[in-house]
């Protein structure tokens, strides 16, 4: 949830970032994060999964990042917006 807010407060910087650069920043973002849970659960002591395990899944989501684009920009539609646009509701995007 943190890194989703981060990335929407930065929505300005991202319209003008290559593809690449932004998958970076989001997996920079993705590997904090599991960082941050391993430390939180070693913390509090609640067993973990192993350490193994836990990295397939991050570089796993990682690695489909750029797919889920790709399926959101072609099969839905969804694109940069534009400096300026304005959503449907008359807010500025």
């Given at each position: 949830?943190?890194?989703?807010?981060?990335?929407?407060?930065?929505?300005?910087?991202?319209?003008?970032?290559?593809?690449?650069?932004?998958?970076?920043?989001?997996?920079?973002?993705?590997?904090?994060?599991?960082?941050?849970?391993?430390?939180?659960?070693?913390?509090v002591m609640v067993p973990q999964a192993p350490l193994?395990?836990?990295?397939?899944?991050?570089?796993?989501?990682?690695?489909?990042?750029?797919?889920?684009?790709?399926?959101?920009?072609?099969?839905?539609?969804?694109?940069?917006?534009?400096?300026?646009?304005?959503?449907?509701?008359?807010?500025?995007?």
């Amino acid at each position: 949830m943190m890194l989703t807010e981060t990335l929407r407060r930065q929505h300005h910087d991202f319209r003008n970032m290559p593809v690449l650069v932004e998958w970076g920043t989001v997996s920079v973002g993705i590997v904090m994060i599991t960082l941050i849970n391993r430390l939180v659960l070693a913390i509090v002591m609640v067993p973990q999964a192993p350490l193994g395990l836990t990295l397939v899944q991050m570089i796993s989501t990682i690695a489909i990042y750029p797919l889920v684009v790709i399926v959101g920009h072609f099969a839905f539609g969804v694109t940069r917006a534009a400096p300026g646009q304005i959503g449907s509701r008359g807010q500025k995007i």
